[in-house]
């Protein structure tokens, strides 16, 4: 067996080991991309969902994001101090609230996508553009068929243990 085939050929665990080491790398860089806004990382993924998906209310929100409902309506809070969002009347449903972004919201989101567009760039610097798209790609393939079999799966939690 040349040392090219055992490079290339995975070893149990290692999977693990290589997204760990990159969603470390990516927490840290996303972290200092997202710094200033009411919650961090956090606060960008809810805006960011809010402007992008339009889901129909803060529980479908928090639902998408695997938020807990206390959290997400702490974060919520935040946000609309700093009139990020609103939280408005849904038509359909008098006890439902819609969570809308402002005008500065939507702002605030591009100026901040252009930061963690940069953290992206980064972390996929040691890839070709073709590889970097495949692997965007195939990231996003699986981390929705994970999602599918474990809808309440928090990545925060994923996260959160990463630093036990």
Same mark, same amino acid.
């Not at 090219?4 to 665990?13: D, F, I, L, M, R």
């Not at 470390?24 to 991309?33: I, K, N, P, S, V």
């Not at 610097?125 to 692997?135: I, M, R, S, V, W």
């Given at each position: 067996?040349?040392s090219?085939?055992?490079?290339?050929q995975?070893?149990?665990? $290692?999977?693990?080991?290589? *997204?760990?080491?990159?969603? #470390?790398? %990516? /927490?840290? !860089?996303?972290? $200092?991309?997202?710094?200033? *806004?009411?919650?961090?990382? #956090?606060? %960008? /993924?809810v !805006?960011?969902t809010?402007?992008?998906?339009? *889901?129909?209310?803060?529980?479908?929100i928090?639902?998408? !994001?695997?938020?807990?409902?206390?959290?997400m309506?702490?974060?919520?809070?935040?946000m609309?101090?700093?009139?990020?969002?609103?939280?408005?009347p849904?038509?359909?449903?008098r006890?439902?609230?819609?969570?809308?972004?402002?005008?500065?919201?939507?702002?605030?989101?591009?100026?901040?996508?252009?930061?963690?567009?940069?953290?992206?760039?980064?972390?996929?610097?040691?890839?070709?553009?073709?590889?970097?798209a495949q692997?965007?790609?195939?990231l996003?393939?699986?981390?929705?068929?994970?999602?599918?079999?474990?809808?309440t799966?928090?990545?925060?939690e994923a996260?959160?243990?990463?630093?036990?």
């Amino acid at each position: 067996m040349t040392s090219e085939a055992t490079v290339s050929q995975a070893v149990p665990g $290692d999977l693990g080991w290589n *997204l760990a080491m990159v969603l #470390r790398g %990516y /927490q840290r !860089l996303q972290e $200092d991309a997202v710094d200033g *806004l009411p919650g961090g990382v #956090r606060c %960008y /993924q809810v !805006l960011s969902t809010v402007i992008h998906h339009e *889901l129909p209310s803060q529980q479908a929100i928090g639902a998408h !994001l695997a938020i807990d409902r206390t959290v997400m309506t702490y974060l919520l809070d935040g946000m609309v101090t700093a009139t990020l969002v609103e939280r408005v009347p849904d038509p359909a449903d008098r006890r439902a609230r819609k969570i809308v972004a402002t005008a500065e919201g939507v702002a605030v989101l591009a100026r901040y996508e252009a930061r963690v567009a940069a953290v992206e760039q980064a972390i996929l610097g040691g890839l070709e553009g073709a590889d970097a798209a495949q692997l965007g790609s195939l990231l996003g393939r699986l981390a929705s068929s994970v999602h599918r079999a474990d809808p309440t799966a928090s990545p925060c939690e994923a996260v959160e243990s990463l630093d036990r």
